[in-house]
């Protein structure tokens, strides 16, 4: 086989080699004929050349001075075609286009000599001479061009135009939707595209170090358009009130977008005048003891997120267990009457004796306090402290005038998406007393989840904002059963570790799996890895050069290799954004990765954001009435347990309780 390939390529050179010397040739004759005269006059004719020449004029050959031209330059063009120069990446293509223009210029401009007045041996040796000059680059040129190799070795360093690929540049909206105009790079063209969240129910994730462009690329956008779209709405603010104002504003402008416009309320402990006073602990929603179990561990995850990873230790289940009887006999006594968190709290510090004997009354939490009526009638005071201290310490961290006020008293109920009283609730944090405020919070979420995800409810939109620094034991069923009762979570978080060291390795896990959205700035270590391998692979085409003294050989070849490494998601500026979006049934997209610079509107965003209205104070609020609250709670728990021992002993069959 090689034998025959090279007797091909010598009869294929033989050829060209041959069909260059036609054009030289004709060439040659073309200048006889034309330049007769001259030749003549130096005495260079003879007969045989002139019957030589006679015979090719009447073949019509040399009918026109173009004629003959023209079929010298397609031989020389043939011959080029087949030219195999030794490849080389150092020549300019701007000298192959200079020598073949210069020599096209020559070769036909030489025409106009023959035209001139003046002696015909000048005028010949002339147009001889700008002819042949011209052909002699043209040949050289084509040479040149034979040898010339365009390579982009060493010219995309980062690879970035291999790794770029087709997104989806449709905008897809629906009643539900989340749209983010953007532009991505395809190949080094710059082209627009959509970022198309059309099940916002299958959860989103939206990931970012500090300063990656969360906020202001992405979660506004959320809260703005499902505003616009009439979802109701629960928005934890973490830095206040950068998202409060723009939830209120929005609505504000949109009201119209609801049957029936819902109210906005807002839970803030350090500006209590523009805070709403709501109860998470409303005995109306307190529907069996299991609710109460949710709390408490709520409330003490929050205060002792380490506790997180140690669920089921005797010391962390004993304090959830004596808060969550506290819990239920304040929801018992008297209807619920005193059924608030701070009254919890306040009787939580009660002695030993007299509360024990106090919630002995309650029988349903007698299997609860059992344990701790045991340790404390054998006189085991170290086992009762290790079981109840840690939670009269983590709760007392909460006793606080401004605490005591705002989850005293109810202005509004947490079942925000109810159909006759739509709301839109923010929880403002404070990042310098986050792990007070994060715990009385979390209590919020968790008592707000419940009453949201439910059937026959308005759809609704949950919007976390640093999301870790809050705690919700559940918030990854809440994203696998929710969808069919139309609540949208939004989590938002720096990275993977951060979401780890709050909620430890497993949930955190389930959380970063389960949803099915995610928009990630950027992040670097664990994060970027599990990202780069959840967008996949794509084919990239991979080139090679090898360059020895007698030839030059270019490979090309393609192979799968990640879409968006790890390098690049950890090299993101602000505003660029990976990710993966979720379909559905009805409405499939095949291109679901993305890797885009999101598209803000800076100038009409600012100019938004400066006309927008501040807060409203709700209620002027003093520090007497703040005080007065607070001695009232304690007032209130003095009195239900003196009453109720009280009751005890003048109750013939409870004295000995």
Not at 42 to 68: E, H, M
Not at 107 to 136: C, H, N, P, R, W
Request: hydrophobic share 40%; charged share 20%.
């Amino acid at each position: 086989m090689s034998s025959g390939t090279g007797e091909n390529e010598v009869g294929l050179r033989k050829i060209l080699d041959f069909t260059r010397l036609g054009a030289i040739l004709v060439l040659l004759l073309h200048c006889y004929f034309f330049c007769y005269a001259a030749f003549d006059r130096w005495g260079l004719t003879a007969p045989w050349s002139d019957q030589f020449l006679q015979n090719i004029a009447r073949t019509g050959l040399y009918s026109t001075v173009w004629k003959s031209k023209w079929i010298t330059l397609g031989l020389l063009g043939i011959s080029l075609l087949g030219a195999r120069g030794k490849k080389t990446e150092n020549i300019n293509p701007r000298s192959i286009l200079a020598y073949l223009g210069l020599g096209l210029g020559l070769y036909f401009s030489s025409t106009l000599i023959l035209g001139f007045q003046g002696k015909v041996e000048d005028l010949a040796t002339g147009y001889m001479t700008l002819t042949g000059t011209g052909f002699l680059l043209m040949l050289a040129g084509g040479n040149l061009l034979s040898r010339y190799i365009k390579l982009n070795l060493g010219k995309d360093i980062f690879n970035e135009l291999n790794e770029t690929f087709p997104q989806e540049e449709r905008l897809l909206e629906n009643e539900y939707s989340i749209n983010l105009p953007a532009q991505y790079n395809l190949k080094g063209n710059i082209r627009k595209s959509w970022i198309n969240i059309i099940n916002p129910f299958r959860g989103l994730l939206v990931c970012g170090s500090p300063g990656a462009g969360k906020s202001y690329f992405v979660i506004q956008h959320i809260i703005r358009q499902h505003i616009r779209k009439g979802f109701t709405m629960l928005v934890y603010d973490f830095k206040y009130d950068d998202l409060t104002k723009i939830a209120y504003n929005t609505l504000l402008k949109h009201k119209s977008s609801y049957k029936i416009e819902p109210e906005f309320y807002t839970i803030n402990f350090d500006d209590l005048s523009k805070s709403h006073r709501c109860n998470p602990l409303d005995a109306s929603t307190m529907f069996d003891i299991t609710d109460a179990t949710e709390a408490s561990r709520s409330i003490m995850m929050g205060l002792n997120r380490d506790w997180i990873t140690k669920q089921g230790d005797f010391f962390v289940e004993s304090p959830i267990n004596f808060l969550t009887a506290i819990i239920w006999f304040l929801k018992k006594y008297q209807n619920g009457k005193y059924l608030t968190l701070p009254h919890v709290i306040e009787l939580m510090q009660v002695d030993y004796e007299k509360l024990f004997s106090v919630l002995r009354t309650e029988p349903e939490i007698e299997v609860l306090i059992n344990p701790f009526i045991s340790a404390y009638q054998n006189d085991a005071m170290e086992q009762l402290e290790g079981q109840i201290a840690s939670a009269k310490i983590g709760m007392a961290r909460l006793s606080s005038p401004q605490l005591y006020w705002v989850l005293s008293a109810n202005d509004f109920t947490l079942d925000i998406n109810n159909p006759e009283k739509p709301k839109i609730v923010c929880l403002a944090n404070n990042p310098q007393k986050q792990q007070i405020y994060g715990a009385v919070l979390s209590l919020y979420v968790t008592r707000l989840i419940k009453l949201v995800n439910q059937k026959n409810r308005l759809k609704s939109s949950l919007v976390f904002d640093e999301f870790p620094t809050i705690f919700f034991n559940d918030i990854d069923s809440l994203i696998a059963t929710a969808r069919s009762n139309k609540v949208a979570t939004c989590l938002g978080i720096q990275d993977f570790s951060q979401l780890k060291k709050d909620y430890g390795p497993d949930q955190s896990a389930v959380i970063m799996n389960i949803t099915g959205n995610i928009i990630s700035g950027q992040v670097t270590g664990e994060t970027s890895k599990v990202l780069s391998e959840r967008f996949g692979k794509i084919n990239q085409v991979k080139e090679s050069i090898s360059i020895n003294r007698t030839d030059t050989s270019v490979s090309k070849s393609s192979q799968l290799d990640f879409a968006v490494p790890q390098s690049k998601i950890a090299g993101l500026s602000s505003g660029e954004f990976v990710g993966m979006v979720a379909d559905d049934p009805t409405n499939k997209i095949k291109l679901k990765t993305f890797h885009s610079e999101i598209l803000n509107n800076h100038k009409a965003l600012e100019t938004e954001s400066s006309s927008y209205k501040s807060l409203p104070k709700i209620i002027k609020v003093t520090v007497k009435m703040v005080n007065e609250n607070f001695r009232k709670i304690k007032t209130e728990i003095t009195e239900v347990i003196e009453n109720e021992i009280e009751r005890l002993l003048n109750t013939p069959g409870l004295e000995k309780v």
